[in-house]
């Protein structure tokens, strides 16, 4: 397959710097291909050949999901990588096991609607949330107030042609306010296309750059709807760029410490025994929490039952296998308990605002100076928006941020044949829940190279590098004949800027059930009994699948929603 770069105004053009195939793989070859350019891009990861050939990607030849960007393929290639380094840690525990991974694309491809594929007891969509079995942590959102889900939408600026991300993230009237729209307007504007009009309206009185500043004053998340180019043109861009995708490395500038014995437990899946602290809300570190609780690891689940957080999470398999505690740092008591998971675990991942937990005395170097103390390493990886450094690093920021300024949603528009500069959400929240795998991935290769090399490690990942990665030129984008194909096969309900992820989700899994096709395969989910959100909970099951179902990924326990458990401590023993 070859790839060709295509001027802006090509009718095959998706926006300036993007790069469409001449012709078609499917999707099973097309992974293979791609899982050999992320892992050589990858440093630390194996160049062990038999690991890599012994990917057996299996599905149909068409994506399920719609547009050009390749985001079945490059997830279904990330998981395939969480499978081979679980193989190596396995190998590492000892255990004898063959070298295949066996990775279904149709299955990766309903993963980045895990928090819409959910059935308790026969109900399933938005019903979910009408259970009262399932404990709302939104009221804002809960009150289906159009203004409320308008002030997450993507609006012209003033600059003719330049279209900007709005996200009222979890404090919509606050963010409205600053626009100059209170909360008494939410008497007389009651349709969605009303408040659409009326936010449009406002946000039309800002150029681009003022409200950029508008929103870094008013600590706010948004983004300039960029073009995958212009986005790689801007510093931050620029800076994001410099860092590879799976981004960990031994911390050199504290004392190395001897590697760390992996644990000896009769549970033979690869992080059986690893103890995790998922610091983290909405999405995409909790999907790398659940991940990891899948392959084995022991997760308990930090949060506060003051903050809000993304309710669908709660019944999906993102919040499977993990214990879930609530603690309220601005308690002494609490922030001692805090402490004292920090002291136990061998990993802590944190998916706030980048150095937000440090200024409580959670940071990495807290984390290293606890592992020190114990004389055990410790891996800690962070998960955000933007990366690691540079001038956006500690901006807020979300799923659709990262979209509008990677140049996901700008090609998106251009899929859908809207003006240049116009962007349109990708279909789900993709880039949230593959950079749970990313997140994932990043932790397992630092677990495996602890054992190995010993020391302690640092990894960070982010949203919008996840963005960059699926439009890189190595990647490549689908032509408007295989899209044509996609769309011919699943007749999506086609959507504009005005759209909220959640409803667009909801759209997508009517269009996969109208197919009969991989909503009807029972192999790609698992259900619960006796859950506490009903008699039968039927969720996504985990992608990666070994030849000895002994080490396969699998939950030992249901979903439960947030602050679910009393406090514990770790209950797996170090060896």
């Given at each position: 397959m070859t790839l060709t770069a295509l001027s802006?105004?090509?009718?095959?053009?998706?926006?300036?710097?993007?790069?469409?195939?001449?012709?078609?793989?499917?999707?099973p070859e097309e992974c293979s291909r791609i899982l050999r350019v992320l892992a050589k891009k990858a440093p630390g990861f194996t160049k062990n050949e038999a690991l890599i050939t012994g990917v057996h990607f299996e599905g149909a030849d068409l994506p399920i999901i719609p547009g050009p960007i390749k985001s079945q393929?490059?997830?279904?290639?990330?998981?395939?990588?969480?499978?081979?380094?679980?193989?190596?840690?396995l190998q590492l525990r000892g255990i004898k096991t063959s070298t295949t991974t066996y990775i279904n694309t149709d299955h990766a491809g309903l993963y980045p609607a895990t928090p819409g594929l959910v059935t308790v007891d026969g109900i399933t969509g938005p019903g979910i949330l009408n259970l009262p079995t399932v404990p709302q942590w939104d009221k804002d959102r809960q009150s289906n107030s159009p203004l409320v889900y308008r002030a997450t939408a993507i609006y012209e600026t003033a600059d003719r042609g330049t279209w900007f991300q709005l996200h009222g993230s979890l404090d919509p009237w606050k963010l409205?306010?600053?626009?100059?729209?209170?909360?008494?307007?939410?008497?007389?504007?009651?349709?969605?296309?009303?408040?659409?009009?009326?936010?449009?309206?406002?946000?039309?009185?800002?150029?681009?750059?003022?409200?950029?500043?508008?929103?870094?004053?008013?600590?706010?998340?948004?983004?300039?709807?960029?073009?995958?180019?212009?986005?790689?043109?801007?510093?931050?861009?620029?800076?994001l760029a410099r860092h590879p995708l799976v981004n960990y490395a031994q911390q050199k500038y504290c004392p190395v410490l001897p590697p760390a014995p992996l644990p000896r437990l009769e549970d033979k899946r690869p992080l059986a025994g690893i103890k995790v602290v998922e610091l983290a809300r909405i999405i995409a570190g909790t999907a790398a929490g659940a991940l990891l609780a899948s392959m084995g690891a022991e997760?308990?689940?930090?949060?506060?039952?003051?903050?809000?957080?993304?309710?669908?999470?709660?019944?999906?398999?993102?919040?499977?296998?993990?214990?879930?505690?609530?603690?309220?740092?601005?308690?002494?008591?609490?922030?001692?308990?805090?402490?004292?998971?920090?002291?136990?675990?061998?990993?802590?991942?944190?998916?706030?605002?980048?150095?937000?937990?440090?200024?409580?005395?959670?940071g990495l170097h807290a984390a290293l100076e606890l592992a020190n103390k114990r004389?055990?390493?410790?891996?800690?990886?962070?998960?955000?928006?933007?990366?690691?450094?540079?001038?956006?690093?500690?901006?807020?920021?979300?799923?659709?941020?990262?979209?509008?300024?990677?140049?996901?949603?700008?090609?998106?528009?251009?899929?859908?044949?809207?003006?240049?500069?116009?962007?349109?959400?990708?279909s789900l929240p993709i880039s949230d829940m593959s950079t749970g795998a990313l997140t994932?991935?990043?932790i397992m290769c630092a677990v495996r190279d602890r054992y190995v090399k010993g020391g302690s490690y640092h990894g960070h990942c982010a949203l919008t590098a996840y963005d960059?990665?699926?439009?890189?030129?190595?990647?490549?984008?689908?032509?408007?004949?295989?899209?044509?194909?996609?769309?011919?096969?699943?007749?999506?309900?086609?959507?504009?800027?005005?759209?909220?992820?959640?409803?667009?989700?909801?759209?997508?899994?009517?269009?996969?059930?109208?197919?009969?096709?991989?909503?009807?395969?029972?192999?790609?989910?698992?259900?619960?009994?006796?859950?506490?959100?009903?008699?039968?909970?039927?969720?996504?099951?985990?992608?990666?699948?070994?030849?000895?179902?002994?080490?396969?990924?699998?939950?030992?326990?249901?979903?439960?929603?947030?602050?679910?458990?009393?406090?514990?401590?770790?209950?797996?023993?170090?060896?």
């Open positions: 802006n105004g090509s009718e095959a053009d998706y926006g300036p710097g993007t790069f469409v195939d001449t012709s078609f793989t499917p999707v393929a490059v997830t279904a290639v990330l998981h395939a990588m969480i499978g081979i380094v679980g193989i190596e840690i409205l306010k600053v626009i100059g729209i209170n909360k008494d307007k939410d008497v007389e504007v009651r349709t969605n296309d009303a408040a659409y009009a009326l936010i449009g309206e406002r946000v039309r009185t800002y150029r681009a750059r003022e409200i950029e500043q508008l929103m870094v004053e008013g600590g706010f998340s948004g983004s300039i709807v960029y073009s995958p180019k212009g986005w790689r043109d801007t510093e931050m861009g620029q800076r997760v308990i689940r930090v949060n506060s039952s003051k903050l809000k957080d993304y309710t669908p999470a709660q019944p999906s398999s993102l919040m499977a296998g993990k214990t879930t505690i609530d603690l309220d740092l601005n308690d002494p008591t609490d922030h001692s308990r805090l402490m004292q998971l920090f002291e136990e675990a061998d990993v802590i991942l944190q998916g706030y605002r980048l150095h937000s937990l440090e200024r409580r005395g959670f004389g055990k390493g410790i891996i800690y990886v962070d998960e955000n928006c933007y990366g690691p450094d540079g001038c956006y690093a500690e901006r807020p920021g979300w799923q659709q941020v990262a979209d509008a300024a990677a140049g996901s949603s700008y090609v998106m528009g251009q899929y859908f044949r809207l003006p240049p500069g116009q962007g349109v959400l990708p994932a991935l990043t960059m990665a699926t439009l890189d030129p190595d990647v490549g984008l689908y032509s408007r004949d295989v899209v044509q194909s996609i769309q011919d096969k699943y007749q999506f309900t086609p959507w504009s800027s005005d759209e909220h992820v959640a409803p667009l989700y909801y759209s997508i899994l009517k269009a996969w059930e109208r197919a009969e096709s991989v909503m009807k395969n029972e192999d790609f989910f698992v259900t619960f009994s006796d859950s506490v959100f009903g008699s039968q909970l039927r969720v996504l099951a985990p992608i990666v699948r070994y030849t000895d179902e002994e080490c396969s990924p699998r939950w030992t326990s249901p979903p439960v929603p947030f602050c679910h458990h009393k406090f514990r401590s770790f209950l797996s023993t170090s060896t």
